[in-house]
């Protein structure tokens, strides 16, 4: 089991940033590649951020491309997202999730990567609002 709380989240000002973090316990936080996903209200969860276990491959919406930024410090078990340039669409309910399975190829973990239903370990949600 991988327990995981997110935390950071607040209201800001369009323009404005807010950093979160979604700190794991229980098994190896290294044997995970991190995702971030975010639902706003009355719309489907939707991929945001991936991280690849050892953080040196990242993959982003297109929507949040250039302004997010996801990291991760497997020493403290942690994964991070750097929200700038923040819009009133960015609002939502921002989660972190898990995913162990290992892939043979790239392209297999792109699309994994992108799909919610291949995480097994999610968190509890933390709310951002972005007043216009």
């Known amino acids: 089991q991988v327990q995981l709380v997110e935390s950071g989240g607040g209201l800001v000002q369009a323009g404005g940033s807010l950093r979160l973090s979604c700190a794991a316990s229980g098994r190896s936080f290294s044997n995970y590649a991190m995702g971030w996903f975010r639902q706003a209200p009355g719309k489907e969860r939707e991929f945001v951020a991936a991280?690849?276990?050892?953080?040196?491959?990242?993959y982003y919406a297109d929507s949040v491309k250039g302004r997010f930024t996801i990291s991760r410090d497997n020493a403290k078990s942690t994964v991070f997202l750097q929200m700038d340039s923040l819009k009133p669409e960015d609002t939502a309910v921002y989660y972190c999730a898990a995913l162990g399975t290992v892939y043979s190829s790239i392209s297999s973990y792109v699309t994994a990567f992108k799909n919610e239903r291949k995480y097994e370990y999610w968190g509890q949600g933390t709310q951002v609002t972005v007043s216009s």
């Open positions: 991280i690849s276990r050892s953080g040196g491959s990242r």
